[in-house]
């Protein structure tokens, strides 16, 4: 800052404490202006805004005690000083609009300010986020979430989105709508990380939404008869209009209790003009403060927690431990569908594993002695049991006898591999068998022809 002194004006040290983005002027019965001030002759003009107004304040230069004039890089170096930390959920685009629009320009219109570092740091979190985001990563409640978590955590990341908009429309005064989307939580969500927390945040707004339904009750009436009389001031044209836009809205609005009545929603939604949706409304907060108020939140915390885990756990295809944490988790939601299903899941997963684990044999392992091309010695296993053959094996072909006119040579040892260790003779051929057997046949008919033709000499 580069303060503007007067000679005859005392200087006030206390003021280093004021904004920086703003002009000060204090004067010297102790008032202080904070805005945007401009010296004209021997006054100083101050614009100071208030809201959404701006109040215009004129003051003598001899009634000032300091005039503390800001720069302009250092007031725009205090705007850009509110974008860090981040807000949730930025996009890709939200980071780059926001880089071209307001800090680049910045960078470039004071290249050698005194704030340029600060401001150089607040471009490299922009950057270092925004390479984030196109990588598929994404800001919810402070912390960043990688885009492999995204895919796995999706029923947590979906209920923190919830719980975010729950957050806003409390901060919006909106008790009803954040009811409304702690609903949307507990219905579908119940075992999330978000759950307890939304759970905590709607018990204390339940006061704010007790007090906005009996506003809306002691309302209702001079809403209605507003409405009557203003439905009774149009013309026939516009009456037909005006009435077929309520009738739309009325309809609108009874599907959507009937939506938040087959959810089970306790406190429903209430239309301002129909007091016995008001009352309906007031008698289920009533039994839902009692019912929140029950709540154990530290149980429910510690659930959530083993939920997530369980949902990690899956991802890593560690199914025991992820059916020992869906487990925990039902026992605290014993009720919720997708709970239920998760668990029984994990547990059908566990069990495969478990059985394809031990019925897995080193016959099966490849790297194993038994996946050898070539047979050990000894192809049984030490237990001396024979494996069986599988039942989709079809049984080998008993082999052709041999001929004896061509026998076939023996299988080579090089090629095929004996299934039986022993040694056994190798069969020999017949032919020298049948050629002696042959001459003997004829030997006897030579003789006994002989013997024939003697006795028949004789006689």
């Known amino acids: ?47 100071i805004p208030m809201g959404k107004i701006i109040d215009h304040q004129t003051v003598k230069k001899s009634d000032v005690a300091e005039f503390i004039k800001t720069l302009p890089d250092e007031k725009e170096a205090a705007d850009l000083a509110s974008l860090v930390p981040t807000a949730d959920a930025l996009t890709t685009a939200d980071y780059e609009k926001t880089l071209k629009d307001k800090v680049d320009p910045f960078l470039k219109k004071y290249p050698v300010s005194k704030f340029r570092p600060k401001v150089d ?38 209920a923190l989105r919830l719980l975010l908009q729950l957050r806003s429309q409390l901060k919006a005064k909106k008790p009803m709508d954040a009811y409304q989307s702690f609903a949307k939580i507990e219905s579908a969500h119940v075992a999330s990380t978000a759950y307890p927390k939304a759970a905590a945040e709607i018990s204390k707004a339940m006061k704010d939404l007790v007090a906005s339904l009996n506003a809306a009750a002691a309302e209702q009436p001079a809403k209605a ?23 739309a809205e009325v309809t ?55 939920f997530q885990a369980g949902l990690k ?20 939601h014993p009720n919720d569908a997708f709970v239920k299903k998760t668990a029984a899941d994990a547990k059908l997963a566990a069990d495969n594993a478990a059985r394809n684990a031990s019925s897995a044999s080193p016959a099966t392992i490849p790297g194993t002695p038994a996946a050898a091309t070539t047979p050990p010695a000894n192809p049984l296993p030490s237990s001396g049991a024979v494996p069986a053959a599988p039942a989709s094996a079809p049984a080998a072909p008993k082999p052709a006898p041999a001929k004896t006119e061509a026998p076939k040579p023996a299988p080579s040892p090089a090629t095929v591999a004996d299934p039986n260790p022993v040694s056994e ?35």
């Open 1 to 47: 800052m580069k303060p503007i002194r007067f000679p005859h004006l005392l200087l006030i040290s206390s003021l280093a404490a004021l904004p920086a983005s703003a002009d000060t002027v204090k004067l010297k019965n102790g008032k202080v202006y904070e805005g945007t001030a401009t010296e004209r002759g021997d006054v100083i003009d101050i614009e």
């Open 121 to 158: 740091a607040i471009a490299k979190t922009l950057r270092d986020e925004l390479a984030k985001t196109k990588a598929g990563d994404v800001k919810l409640d402070g912390q960043w979430l990688s885009a492999a978590e995204l895919k796995w955590n999706d029923y947590n990341v979906k």
């Open 225 to 247: 008869a507003e409405r009557a009389a203003s439905l009774k001031s149009l013309t026939p044209d516009k009456l037909a209009s005006v009435q077929q836009a309520i009738e």
């Open 252 to 306: 609108a609005f009874k599907a959507k209790v009937a939506e938040e009545k087959t959810r089970k929603v306790p406190v429903t939604s209430f239309y301002p003009y129909d007091l016995s949706s008001i009352k309906e409304s007031i008698s289920g907060t009533e039994k839902e403060i009692t019912r929140l108020a029950a709540l154990d939140l530290p149980k429910l915390t510690a659930a959530s927690s083993k």
């Open 313 to 332: 756990d899956l991802s890593e295809k560690a199914f025991q431990s992820a059916k020992s944490n869906f487990d925990d988790a039902a026992k605290v």
């Open 425 to 459: 003779p190798e069969p020999e051929s017949n032919l020298p068998l049948f050629l002696g057997g042959g001459a003997g046949l004829l030997f006897l008919v030579a003789i006994l022809a002989k013997f024939l033709g003697k006795k028949k000499s004789e006689d």
